[in-house]
């Protein structure tokens, strides 16, 4: 196959705008990179932050690491268990700030601390994702009836 009178390598996988997009059937993407990536992050402000408060190290991970795990979430249908997982990963940060065991739940630390979890999270930027995606055609049709 060829573009522009260029042959195209065929690959497994492509990273497009940050996201690595998988070869396949259906529309899949690989998260490794992305999980790689945070825990790297997560792990580093923790070994510098041994003496800072709790709530500070939260912040932090939600500064500075969260973000990682929600980039372009709201535009993406991950299937249940790739969303599990994610979520698995936040909970983490709160078992490691928080030293809870890996069998306790945090859900309701979470909810105490008025903190929403990944699928809460993911649903909120899909919601401001809608609704700036109709903001942007509702403009779009106003200057385009402008000019005619």
Same mark, same amino acid.
């Given at each position: 196959?060829?573009?522009?009178?260029?042959?195209?390598?065929?690959?497994?996988?492509?990273?497009?705008?940050?996201?690595?997009?998988?070869?396949?059937?259906?529309?899949?993407?690989?998260?490794?990179? &992305?999980? !790689? *990536?945070? +825990?790297?992050?997560?792990?580093?402000?923790?070994? %510098? @932050?041994?003496?800072?408060?709790?709530?500070?190290?939260?912040?932090?991970?939600?500064?500075?690491?969260?973000?990682?795990?929600?980039?372009?979430?709201?535009?993406?249908?991950?299937?249940?268990?790739?969303?599990?997982?994610?979520?698995?990963?936040?909970?983490? &940060?709160? !078992? *490691?700030? +928080?030293?809870?065991?890996?069998?306790?739940?945090? %859900? @309701?630390?979470?909810?105490?601390?008025?903190?929403?979890?990944?699928?809460?999270?993911?649903?909120?930027?899909?919601?401001?994702?809608?609704?700036?995606?109709?903001?942007?055609?509702?403009?779009?049709?106003?200057?385009?009836?402008?000019?005619?």
């Amino acid at each position: 196959m060829t573009l522009d009178n260029r042959l195209l390598s065929w690959v497994d996988n492509i990273k497009y705008l940050g996201v690595t997009l998988l070869s396949g059937n259906y529309f899949k993407v690989d998260l490794s990179d &992305v999980r !790689r *990536k945070f +825990f790297v992050s997560v792990n580093i402000i923790l070994s %510098k @932050c041994s003496y800072v408060s709790e709530p500070a190290k939260l912040k932090l991970m939600e500064t500075h690491c969260l973000p990682i795990l929600l980039y372009a979430i709201e535009s993406m249908n991950f299937n249940p268990a790739l969303l599990k997982d994610i979520n698995t990963w936040w909970n983490s &940060v709160y !078992r *490691k700030i +928080f030293k809870f065991n890996k069998w306790e739940s945090v %859900k @309701c630390l979470i909810c105490l601390l008025g903190r929403l979890d990944i699928y809460h999270l993911e649903n909120v930027r899909r919601i401001k994702f809608l609704k700036n995606m109709s903001a942007v055609q509702s403009l779009n049709s106003v200057v385009i009836s402008t000019i005619y």
